[in-house]
């Protein structure tokens, strides 16, 4: 499954890493990764989409399809934010942007455990806007690179809907006869956000490779492929961008 060998790649490489330390924040111990760079974050990264697609499929399974699409709106920005970063080492060099990037993403919730409701720090996060701008400069793939920008910007509205609870996302859970609302999941509308979830599966599969890139790992970058590969012909279209 595809899922298993994307797992086999990330623990490969997390395992290239040094092992996150137990640090003291107040009156706990939480770990924490002593290096902030790329190569940590996109390793949390890759765990944040490993996680999230298998919650995905267990919701899924039990018709949750409002709280999938929630999951998958978490999913696509993960998988953004990982060629983001990737792109920095393999294709560009680490700019101002990524610089920016790292520190928001590094940063902790509060500066003083002991008094969190006083100590809370704001990030400053990059616009979601200027890092698709970036993937769709450096991709390349057309010479409009705001038309790549407003498809994924689509995309993540679309799934904002279910984030913020937008009426329309909502009624995707009304029907049946009599039509009532389905707070326990609507089964009949599984197999439509199956076919959905794999176009996610996929997504996190190219994370995977071009990760694979990244730490050096021909071998998974091969056998990921591979997967790749069955799922585009399973699906009947080539609709990925060569790693």
């Known amino acids: ?57 267990i919701l899924n399974s039990s018709g949750y399809v409002m709280e999938q699409g929630m999951l ?4 696509d920005e993960a998988n953004e934010d990982i060629l983001f970063l990737v792109y920095a080492i393999t294709n560009d060099t680490i700019t101002e942007l990524h610089l920016r990037y790292l520190a928001a ?11 969190p409701t006083d100590s809370h720090q704001s990030r400053d996060m990059v616009k979601r806007e ?29 799934y904002s809907g279910f984030v913020h609870g937008a009426s329309p996302h909502i009624m995707e859970i009304y029907g049946g006869d009599p039509p009532h609302f389905h707070t326990r999941g609507v089964l009949p509308r599984i197999p439509e956000y ?20 990244l730490f050096g790992s021909q071998t998974h970058v091969d056998t990921l492929m591979k997967f790749k590969q069955t799922m585009e012909q ?9 790693p």
């Not at 092992?19 to 974050?41: C, I, L, M």
């Not at 998958?72 to 999913?75: E, P």
């Not at 979830?197 to 890139?213: D, E």
Request: aromatic share 12%.
């Open 130 to 158: 200027k890092i698709r701008a970036y993937l769709a400069r450096i991709e390349g793939k057309n010479p409009d690179p705001s038309t790549a920008v407003k498809v994924t910007k689509v995309v993540s509205k679309v």
């Open 234 to 242: 399973a699906m009947g279209s080539d609709f990925a961008t060569k």
């Open 105 to 115: 993403f590094w940063a902790e919730e509060f500066g003083d455990f002991d008094n």
């Open 72 to 75: 998958q709106r978490v999913i």
């Open 1 to 57: 499954m595809a899922l298993e060998a994307m797992d086999a790649a990330f623990q490969d490489y997390a395992a290239a890493l040094p092992k996150p330390e137990r640090v003291r924040q107040g009156d706990g111990w939480n770990y924490r990764f002593k290096t902030q760079d790329v190569y940590h974050a996109v390793v949390l990264k890759l765990a944040l989409v490993q996680s999230a697609l298998r919650a995905a499929l």
């Open 194 to 213: 199956q076919r959905d979830l794999a176009n996610y599966i996929y997504r996190g599969l190219l994370s995977h490779i071009f990760a694979a890139k």
